[in-house]
T-cell receptor, first 114, second 110 residues
Framework: DAGVIQSPRHEVTEMGQEVTLRCKPI?????LFWYRQTMMRGLELLIY????????DSGMPEDRFSAKMPNASFSTLKIQPSEPRDSAVYFC????????????FGQGTRLTVV | EDQVTQSPEALRLQEGESSSLNCSYT??????LFWYRQDPGKGPEFLFT???AGEEKEKERLKATLTKKESFLHITAPKPEDSATYLC???????????FGTGTRLQVTL
């Protein structure tokens, strides 16, 4: 397996625009996690899914953020409208068997909102 | 409020010089403590999950231990390729919440 695949790797957008980040988890994994990493706040869990169902979205910072997982092989994180403070590296990770199981991270998407 | 504190913030070791990284936590309902390694520009790489006080896990030159208040990541005879940021995170069951520490940047020189 190629591992967790995220796209795009880099995204630069203007404030107010909609941004969609994409993630393909490892085949067979039943948990998917979205994280955000900044220098100020470190690594934060935003939301996670089990079998395509959102389990906990308490880490999602605002209603401008939304995440979907329409099937077992694809998830999106959308920010609408985007703001400069959303600039960060966004990681997707997947695991099999539980939230405490070994999670495999993607390479991340570096988002810059200007 | 759940808190995870890692120390030191940065550590510079010579090759072969063993040391330990600390992760202290104040949480309610600990379900698991994770250690990750992160290289610049990459996603974190899973190292260990510890579930209860007294548990120990080893992987190559790394050994993780857990008490009721803290975890240690012991690095024995480190090599330059062990240079990375090491992250600790705790999962608390009450709110299914994952809290990360800010990490320890380790540099191992020849």
């Amino acid at each position: 397996d190629a591992g967790v695949i995220q796209s795009p790797r880099h995204e630069v957008t203007e404030m107010g625009q909609e941004v969609t980040l994409r993630c393909k988890p490892i085949s067979g994994h039943d948990y998917l996690f979205w994280y955000r990493q900044t220098m100020m706040r470190g690594l934060e869990l935003l939301i996670y899914f089990n079998n395509n169902v959102p389990i906990d979205d308490s880490g999602m910072p605002e209603d401008r953020f939304s995440a979907k997982m329409p099937n077992a092989s694809f998830s999106t994180l959308k920010i609408q409208p985007s703001e400069p403070r959303d600039s960060a590296v966004y990681f997707c990770a997947s695991s099999f068997g539980g939230a405490l199981s070994e999670a495999f991270f993607g390479q991340g998407t570096r988002l810059t909102v200007v | 409020e759940d808190q995870v504190t890692q120390s030191p913030e940065a550590l510079r070791l010579q090759e072969g010089e063993s040391s330990s990284l600390n992760c202290s936590y104040t949480v309610s309902g600990l379900r698991g403590l994770f250690w990750y390694r992160q290289d610049p520009g990459k996603g974190p790489e899973f190292l260990f999950t510890l579930y209860s006080a007294g548990e120990e896990k080893e992987k190559e030159r790394l050994k993780a231990t857990l008490t009721k208040k803290e975890s240690f990541l012991h690095i024995t005879a480190p090599k330059p390729e062990d240079s990375a940021t090491y992250l600790c995170a705790v999962w608390t069951g009450t709110a299914s919440k994952l809290t990360f520490g800010t990490g320890t940047r380790l540099q191992v020189t020849l």
